[in-house]
């Protein structure tokens, strides 16, 4: 069955304290990303990649770190979690597409990891 | 960089009624995606548009992307319950420093009244 799983799905951790939410996917998608949802604010992307060892930040990276060293796992590092990282964060994976090239780059989602820093 | 603008955040309707919700992209997109978000879930692929001018149908759901390809819109025709939870649009980038890159506008919480 193709997914994309995260873990844990809650997690409450004090501030400061290291903390990596994990994201595989099983379908050799060239795409992942990261999101955090918070009300009213949509889905923000935190940071995304286009392949392995490609990384690239999104629109709310400060306080976040990736790192894609294989295809299918795309972890999400909190250095040093404070209280405004408190959220529900999603991972997605997707196909990249070709240009010129008509294919479905449909984003697969995991199911969320709702993170609360105290 | 590449921002998606949706309009509008909130839309609370009879149900029977219609709806629409509308993106808009600073750049030009390679394609526009549609997603529904149900209370408590992730959101989850609806449709993507690939051409300029595209329309396509999913029962009483209609997409529509510009011929610019910067906008597109999603039009339900007579609401149901069923339609409950936010609908987020999503571009693909085209090319230069945005190619590839998926942004998600804010999303439209859609509310029906029975």
């Known amino acids: 069955e193709a997914q994309v799983t995260q873990n844990p799905r809650y997690l409450i951790t004090v501030t400061g304290k290291k903390l990596t939410v994990t994201c595989s996917q099983n379908?050799?998608?060239?795409?992942m990303s990261w999101y955090r949802q918070d009300p009213g604010l949509g889905l923000r992307q935190i940071y995304y990649s286009m392949n392995v060892e490609v990384t690239d930040k999104g629109d709310v990276p400060e306080g976040y770190k990736v790192s894609r060293k294989e295809k299918r796992n795309f972890p999400l590092i909190l250095e040093s979690p404070s209280p405004n990282q408190t959220s529900l964060y999603f991972c997605a994976s997707s196909y990249l597409g070709r240009q010129g090239k008509t294919m479905n780059t449909e984003a697969f989602f995991g199911q969320g990891t709702r993170l609360t820093v105290v | 960089g590449q921002q998606v603008m949706q309009i509008p955040q909130y839309q609370h309707v009879q149900e029977g009624e219609d709806f629409t919700t509308y993106c808009n992209s600073s750049t030009t997109l390679s394609n526009i995606q549609w997603y529904k978000q149900r209370p408590g879930g992730h959101p989850v692929f609806l449709i993507q548009l690939v051409k300029s001018g595209e329309v396509k149908k999913q029962k009483r759901l209609t997409f529509q992307f510009g011929e610019a390809k910067k906008n597109s819109s999603l039009h339900i025709t007579a609401t149901q319950t069923t339609d409950v939870g936010t609908y987020f649009c999503a571009g693909r980038g085209a090319g230069g420093t945005s190619y590839g890159k998926l942004t998600f506008g804010q999303g439209t919480i859609l509310t029906v009244h029975p």
């Open positions: 379908m050799n998608h060239e795409y």
